[in-house]
């Protein structure tokens, strides 16, 4: 009977064959392995960069989308250009205003306007709240989540857009609640309308901006909400850029309604007139005037150029911005470039990078910032995305 | 040799799940881009005029390109209806094409050296309100994921579709 195993060992011979064989083939395993494994060890980082990216996305798409959004109901429903402009490519708010500072464009920042949806419309009471600060309010019974320190949902913080039945807009900030009193203290760098049917609404306002820190090796997109909190939305962005494309036409008189009219807007877009013969004395215009009409031979003209003769958007370039005519007028600090009326459509580029400093190589077309990596199998380069968004009420009538 | 037959064979598989996960994170990313991408054509296409002019008439952008960047507003479809099968072949006027950063590289025929995604957008009138409201839908897809022309329009791996409607308002 043959056996298959033996007592007496191996030869010497044998055994090294053995490991001979053994160690070629694990060598060749481990040749294979080996970088597959350093390649599959930056997966996990690359998809945490296309989540950034996608969280990104979706941060910003979502409100530029909603950017323009006005009163939803009532006389004076419509686009809030007809009172601001709602994409501003600064930052707005309380705390490091750029208007303030007199810096009226940055690349890599925008600041979007918009009444959320079903916003409640609260009546003001009180005649030129302008001359105490304070406004009376009308709060309805049916106005939502009614709390010790919230009156029809405004609170300390909260921004407002006070409108007037003659379809006249302003900005307010809400620095204090009397419940009891119904009453809303506030903050304007614009006199708020007066005259009849005035109400109060809500009005968001987002500001988002790249954070880069060289020292602290900090790389953010930023969420600021035009009050007091700037927060990261997402971490390792190293670039933002935003650029903006125009309506070529500009505001015009729609043809058959009266100036004087007190409902709904007679524009195109961007604020109305005053009647011919009248005079807004919140600005500085002439009779008749406002910042994107000008009187000419007893006719109300548009100031804005036509940009170019067919109907396609153009780009509109930083010194379009900043070179006014300014609404309401030059000389407001919170002013803004008359062409930001006339935004359609932005484009967004943003740009992450690996977080890990071992998965990035050395800086240049590849990295933005440079890392430890020396070898390709373990480089995660960064991920660029552009992107477009025609903000649906900034679009209306076209 | 039979245990190093089993411990070959375990690594290699082991291997081979590398590899399927290095490739489900690029079509992961391959699939982010074509949304992102139909996203953006539906983005330039709602931006183009649809609406009314200053006496109340209709007023439609039929001649915008926005196969090129940035769009001109000659030598273009614009909104004009496409054929029935702009989203199943190629069709100049409702195609153009994208190399692999996203940027665009024209229209035509057919897909110009370094395309990375095709993008093809069909425009039709809804029957029920022909003269102001439009049906967009968008297709981003790769290069020979598809045989041309072909009558499949449903979303295949790493391709995105994107449908809106779009209506004339009054302003």
């Known amino acids: ?398 | 040799m039979v245990a190093i037959g089993l411990m070959t064979g375990a690594l290699l598989s082991l291997a081979q799940l590398f590899v399927i996960a290095m490739r489900t994170n690029g079509s992961s990313r391959n699939a982010t881009y074509a949304a992102v991408l139909a996203q953006q054509k539906v983005e330039e296409l709602r931006s183009l005029t649809w609406g009314f002019d200053v006496q109340g008439l209709p007023l439609s952008d039929t001649t915008t390109n926005s196969a090129v960047d940035p769009l001109e507003p000659n030598d273009g479809t614009g909104l004009s209806p496409s054929p029935a099968s702009a989203l199943q072949e190629d069709t100049p006027g409702y195609v153009d094409y994208i190399d692999a950063f996203g940027k665009k590289l024209g229209g035509g025929g057919r897909p110009i050296p370094g395309t990375a995604y095709i993008r093809r957008w069909s425009v039709e009138p809804l029957s029920s309100d022909p003269d102001d409201t439009l049906i967009i839908q968008v297709l981003v897809t790769r290069p020979g994921s598809r045989p041309q022309p072909t009558r499949f329009v449903a979303r295949g791996p790493d391709e995105a579709r994107l449908v809106t409607v779009k209506t004339r308002t009054a302003r």
């Open chain 1, 1 to 398: 009977m043959t056996r298959f195993w033996r007592d007496d060992g191996f030869t010497l011979v044998e055994m090294l064959v053995a490991s001979a064989i053994l160690l070629a083939i694990t060598g060749a395993i481990i040749s294979v392995l080996n970088p597959l494994h350093a390649a599959f060890g930056s997966q996990l980082e690359v998809s945490d960069e296309q989540q950034r990216l996608r969280a990104g996305v979706d941060a910003l798409a979502r409100d530029l989308m909603l950017a323009g959004a006005g009163v939803y109901a009532g006389p004076v429903a419509g686009s809030l250009d007809h009172y601001v402009a709602p994409i501003v490519p600064y930052r707005v708010g309380s705390v490091g205003d750029d208007p303030d500072a007199g810096i009226f464009y940055r690349s890599d920042t925008i600041s979007v306007m918009y009444v959320p949806a079903a916003s409640p419309q609260v009546t003001i009471r009180n005649e030129n709240p302008s001359s105490t600060g304070v406004m009376t309010v009308n709060a309805p019974a049916t106005c939502p989540y009614v709390q010790s320190e919230q009156l029809c949902g405004f609170e300390k913080g909260t921004r407002g857009l006070v409108i007037n039945g003659r379809g006249q807009g302003n900005l307010v900030t809400i620095t204090g609640v009397q419940v009891q009193q119904s009453q809303l203290q506030y903050v304007d760098t614009i006199p708020v309308p007066d005259g009849p049917g005035r109400f109060i609404t809500h009005l968001i306002l987002a500001t988002y901006y790249l954070k880069s820190d060289i020292a602290t090796n900090t790389y953010q997109l930023m969420h600021y909400d035009g009050y007091q909190t700037s927060l990261p939305v997402v971490d390792d962005v190293v670039k933002l850029e935003f650029e903006y494309y125009a309506d070529p036409e500009p505001p015009r008189l729609l043809s058959g309604i009266l100036l004087d009219d007190p409902v709904g807007s007679d524009v195109t877009y961007g604020p109305k007139p005053p009647p011919a013969g009248a005079d807004d004395t919140n600005d500085s215009w002439g009779t008749g005037e406002n910042c994107t009409f000008a009187l000419v031979n007893g006719r109300q003209m548009p100031r804005l150029p036509v940009l170019s003769t067919g109907a396609a958007l153009v780009r509109l370039l930083p010194e379009h911005m900043t070179d006014g005519p300014w609404c309401p007028d030059e000389q407001r600090s919170q002013r803004f470039d008359a062409d930001l009326l006339r935004i359609r459509r932005v484009r967004v580029r943003l740009r992450v990078q690996a977080t890990v400093v071992a998965r990035r190589g050395p800086a240049g077309t590849l990295f933005s910032h440079g890392g430890t990596a020396r070898d390709g199998e373990r480089y995660v380069p960064d991920q660029e995305i552009s992107f477009d968004i025609a903000p649906r009420n900034m679009n209306l009538g076209r």
